[in-house]
């Protein structure tokens, strides 16, 4: 964690201003937002071991007016750089990120924005499947809408077909709060070529269009 490689400066030192960025990660790291257990170990040779990630947002009044301008904790975003020092190794760093939501508030959560299906032959009489993991991390219900008309506007150049080259199985559903589902993807390519889809998704709650 940063905070391990801190040097304290002689009682006579000038630090100077912090910058923003120096500001921002001595809070993360005296709110303690981010936390890792255990911080040090030995493995044997062939061995694994399980490393805990804690986040535990805490409310403070000051961060969160200078960093949203509000007196509330809601859509507080949080980041923290840390390293995992190998004796004798390479740093590996890894970026530690969170976000709160407000009480009843719902999001849909996708792991990415890319997605690279595996080759799929062409001719096939039935689409390939291929899951998309969702998931509502707030604690309200949300509704997601997947627009299938954009996915009509593709097509093969050379070959005409009344069926879709992707289409969605599930394109609207709800998810309560903590759900985790699937977003069924429905691939049935007829060129040997790569294809590029974009898929809009419009989520909403109770009060509108998130």
């Given at each position: 964690?940063?905070?391990d490689s801190y ?11 912090p910058?923003?960025?120096?500001a921002?990660?001595k809070?993360?790291v ?14 044997p ?8 990630l ?10 969160s007016?200078k960093?949203a301008g509000s007196?509330s904790a ?8 840390c390293f995992?020092?190998i ?5 590996i760093?890894?970026e530690?990120r ?10 849909l ?23 998309i993991?969702i ?17 009509a506007?593709?097509s ?5 077909s009344q ?8 394109p ?9 589902s ?9 060129e040997?070529?790569?294809y ?14 998130i």
């Amino acid at each position: 964690m940063p905070s391990d490689s801190y040097v304290s400066a002689d009682p006579w030192a000038d630090p100077g201003e912090p910058s923003d960025e120096e500001a921002f990660e001595k809070a993360m790291v005296e709110r303690r937002i981010f936390e890792i257990k255990p911080k040090s170990g030995v493995l044997p040779r062939g061995e694994s071991s399980e490393i805990q990630l804690f986040y535990s947002p805490s409310f403070d009044e000051k961060f969160s007016q200078k960093q949203a301008g509000s007196q509330s904790a809601i859509n507080e975003q949080h980041h923290l750089c840390c390293f995992f020092q190998i004796v004798n190794g390479k740093p590996i760093a890894i970026e530690l990120r969170g976000k709160t939501l407000a009480p009843s508030k719902g999001l849909l959560y996708i792991k990415k924005t890319h997605y690279t299906f595996p080759p799929v032959p062409i001719g096939t009489l039935l689409p390939a499947i291929y899951p998309i993991e969702i998931h509502n991390v707030g604690s309200g219900k949300i509704n997601y809408k997947a627009d299938t008309e954009a996915l009509a506007a593709y097509s093969d150049d050379k070959i005409r077909s009344q069926e879709k080259l992707l289409d969605i199985q599930n394109p609207i559903k709800t998810l309560n709060a903590g759900e985790k589902s699937y977003l069924y993807c429905l691939f049935k390519p007829l060129e040997a070529k790569k294809y590029n889809f974009t898929l809009p998704i419009t989520v909403s709650d109770f009060s509108g269009v998130i």
